[in-house]
């Protein structure tokens, strides 16, 4: 059944459609793919909705914060040493204390972007909250 009839039957009926057949078998393969992949980070996107932790939304729009974490930014990504994820990691700044959240590869690299972090000129305290991603 196409994506299109199912969307018709959908909003013809006003409620869910049962899928039976191959359709709804890809959709559990996909499912379970997804459930055991080392993308799968439902529990961490469920610790971040409930505004206990920062989020890049929770950066500070004073000039001061963005140009903090804009240098930050910008010594991470130029460290070639760094892998993705942590070149990649959240940068939060608000009122000059700089929050880092994320995987990293290593102990090593948390450490690394903690230490230029501290070194930016601005910062009061740094709160790491790096992730070491397990091997």
Do not use: C, W
């Not at 890049?56 to 760094?82: G, M, N, W």
């Not at 070149?87 to 090593?108: D, H």
Request: hydrophobic share 40%; no cysteine.
């Amino acid at each position: 059944m196409s994506t299109r009839l199912l969307l018709v039957m959908f909003t013809l009926t006003g409620g869910l459609i049962m899928m039976t057949g191959p359709v709804r078998a890809e959709q559990d393969a996909a499912i379970y793919m997804a459930a055991s992949s080392e993308l799968e980070n439902t529990e961490r996107n469920v610790r971040d909705k409930d505004n206990t932790t920062l989020t890049p939304e929770d950066q500070k729009e004073t000039k001061k914060d963005i140009k903090i974490t804009a240098h930050i930014r910008k010594a991470v990504v130029k460290d070639k040493s760094l892998s993705i994820d942590a070149q990649n990691a959240k940068i939060i700044t608000r009122s000059g204390v700089v929050t880092l959240r994320g995987p990293v590869a290593s102990e090593a690299e948390s450490k690394m972007l903690q230490k230029i972090a501290t070194k930016t000129h601005g910062v009061v305290k740094v709160d790491n909250q790096l992730e070491i991603k397990a091997p």
